[in-house]
C-alpha cells in the first residue's frame, strides 16, 4: 500500500512505531478533509450570490477548517486539487 521512504534513524527500524505515526498522519489529514459535493451544487455554491456578493477565493476553496484564517500555500493547493477533481473530472 504505497512506497515508504527509508533511514538510517534508530526510529525508522521500529515498524510499530513507524506504523502508529503513519496513523496519527492519516487522522490528522482526515480531520482537516474538506468535503466537496457533486459538481452541480459545487458550480451552483461557487456561482450563487448570497446577498448580492459574490464568494471570497477562500469561501470557494473552503479555506479556514477549523482553525479559521490560518491556512498555508499547502492548504491552498491541497483545496485547489480537491475541488478541481470534482468540477473537472
Known sequence: PGVE???DLPWFADLKLRGRLLQEVRQAHAAEKILVGAPAEEIQRILSRKGGQLLAAGA???LGGV????YGESD???A???LSRALHP
Open 5 to 7: 521512504l527509508f533511514g
Open 60 to 62: 470557494v476553496l473552503r
Open 67 to 70: 482553525h479559521h484564517g490560518g
Open 76 to 78: 491552498v493547493n491541497y
Open 80 to 82: 485547489y486539487r480537491q
